[in-house]
């Protein structure tokens, strides 16, 4: 196992899939659920992110080759997301990027609410909130930089542990949400942006530096 590359992906991934982030919306959508109702919701939030995942993880690299983009390219891009993603958890502003647009939430509203109350397990739970812009940035970047079996254990390995993070929070997120307090939520996602936007700026340098190799 490279601990090295595990340390940096598991930084970068638990710090955009932060389940503590996900806690209070997950509350909040399912006010009116029963106990049992959450953890069914939970089970299919984890199934649908693990299939986005893993497809992210496999073809994402194709998918952007197929449009011409290099992934030093991508890595520039993808770190100014998350850094963008950085500073609004910094400061204490909503991650945009990781929730509908107003118009989607008017259409919603308009449409009478026509789907049934357990389709927000994927949308917008898993996608965006979950598996949005910055986390198929990272899994991108990451599972583009996996060489030898050493590191595509780690991958794998951290790809797992933050799901399962992920599952649990959201499984016991009613006994969670009453043990966290608002300060505590505040500190972790604090962090979590610092992190973050640590490892977003080594991202767009490191790419930057392959773009223009007389940055080196």
């Given at each position: 196992?490279?601990?090295?590359?595990a340390?940096?992906?598991?930084?970068?991934?638990?710090?955009?899939?932060?389940?503590?982030?996900?806690?209070?919306?997950?509350?909040?959508?399912?006010?009116?659920?029963?106990?049992?109702?959450?953890?069914?919701?939970?089970?299919?939030?984890l199934?649908?992110?693990?299939?986005?995942?893993?497809?992210?993880s496999?073809?994402?690299?194709?998918?952007?080759?197929?449009?011409?983009?290099t992934?030093?390219?991508?890595?520039?891009?993808?770190?100014?997301?998350?850094?963008?993603?950085?500073?609004?958890?910094?400061?204490?502003?909503?991650?945009?990027?990781?929730?509908?647009?107003?118009?989607?939430?008017?259409?919603?509203?308009?449409?009478?609410?026509?789907?049934?109350?357990?389709?927000?397990?994927?949308?917008?739970?898993?996608?965006?909130?979950?598996?949005?812009?910055?986390?198929?940035?990272?899994?991108?970047?990451?599972?583009?930089?996996?060489?030898?079996?050493?590191?595509?254990?780690?991958?794998?390995?951290?790809?797992?542990?933050?799901?399962?993070?992920?599952?649990?929070?959201?499984?016991?997120?009613?006994?969670?949400?009453?043990?966290?307090?608002?300060?505590?939520?505040?500190?972790?996602?604090?962090?979590?942006?610092?992190?973050?936007?640590?490892?977003?700026?080594?991202?767009?340098f490191?790419?930057?530096?392959?773009?223009l190799?007389?940055l080196?």
């Amino acid at each position: 196992m490279d601990m090295v590359f595990a340390t940096k992906f598991l930084g970068a991934l638990f710090a955009i899939m932060n389940p503590f982030m996900t806690l209070p919306i997950f509350l909040s959508m399912t006010t009116d659920k029963t106990v049992a109702e959450q953890h069914g919701m939970a089970l299919a939030i984890l199934l649908y992110t693990t299939v986005m995942c893993v497809v992210i993880s496999f073809a994402g690299g194709y998918i952007i080759s197929f449009f011409g983009v290099t992934i030093n390219a991508f890595r520039v891009a993808g770190g100014l997301v998350l850094l963008g993603i950085a500073f609004s958890m910094l400061n204490g502003s909503p991650v945009t990027s990781h929730e509908r647009g107003e118009h989607e939430k008017h259409a919603d509203a308009a449409a009478g609410g026509g789907e049934p109350d357990d389709s927000i397990t994927f949308y917008p739970m898993t996608f965006p909130m979950i598996v949005g812009p910055g986390t198929i940035a990272t899994l991108i970047i990451y599972s583009a930089q996996v060489r030898g079996a050493a590191q595509y254990v780690s991958f794998g390995i951290v790809l797992v542990a933050v799901l399962l993070s992920l599952f649990v929070v959201l499984y016991f997120a009613a006994s969670i949400g009453r043990l966290l307090s608002v300060k505590m939520r505040v500190v972790v996602t604090r962090l979590m942006g610092m992190i973050l936007a640590a490892i977003a700026v080594e991202m767009v340098f490191a790419g930057a530096k392959m773009l223009l190799p007389g940055l080196a």
